[in-house]
């Protein structure tokens, strides 16, 4: 029977797979962007406030609600289309980089005041001392929970299928309706993510490796 619907499981799987790589990009630059301007060594204490509180906000509201108000609430309040793939992955980039500048904020603030006054006593400009010195260190230090974010965020790109994208989980559901079997179904369904995610993990794996041996 799966046999059949083969190709409308890849074709599923490959829109879960745009739809991770974009909100990832977004998520990834936002996040690390804010996560840079709201470390402490910077003091840029309102910047930082008003950073905190957008983290607090996207960590603090659903994905799945997010996506809801991305769909429904914006494109009504502002008079604007949006599809619901990009509504929907636009919402998934915001919420997930909330996490992201939390990550990033932390690596950066585990680096020791003394590199910092260290680099302004040799004449470091701050853009220097981040990108040589001190981004490179925080790094090895948030690889893991970045990794582990994005991660996530591929297994919640599940959430576009409520409001009818038909992305994997979507497409799974309207095979079903049609076969009335959901077993395999599901169970394929469960396999992809999981191969999926042995990939990142992999990808973990050999980028934790790599930074090791730079050691």
Request: charged residues 10%; glycine residues 8%; positive net charge.
């Amino acid at each position: 029977m799966l046999s059949n619907y083969f190709m409308l499981l890849l074709k599923g799987t490959g829109v879960s797979i745009g739809a991770w790589i974009l909100a990832g990009s977004v998520s990834l630059f936002l996040g690390t962007l804010l996560g840079i301007l709201s470390a402490r060594q910077l003091k840029l204490t309102k910047t930082r406030y008003l950073i905190r509180v957008y983290s607090f906000i996207t960590k603090g509201v659903p994905a799945y609600v997010q996506i809801l108000i991305a769909y429904f609430v914006i494109p009504a309040l502002l008079g604007i289309n949006l599809s619901g793939f990009l509504a929907a992955t636009l919402a998934l980039a915001f919420c997930s980089s909330g996490y992201i500048t939390e990550i990033i904020r932390g690596g950066i603030n585990s680096i020791s005041k003394g590199q910092w006054e260290a680099c302004r006593v040799l004449g470091y400009p701050t853009k220097i001392t981040l990108r040589y010195v001190i981004l490179p260190q925080a790094t090895r230090n948030i690889l893991p929970a970045l990794l582990g974010e994005l991660e996530q965020l591929l297994k919640s790109t599940a959430l576009l299928a409520t409001i009818g994208v038909t992305e994997l989980t979507r497409t799974g559901m309207n095979i079903i309706s049609r076969e009335l079997n959901p077993i395999p179904v599901y169970l394929t369904i469960a396999a992809i993510y999981l191969i999926l995610s042995a990939i990142l993990n992999l990808i973990t794996f050999k980028l934790e490796q790599r930074l090791n041996l730079g050691n």
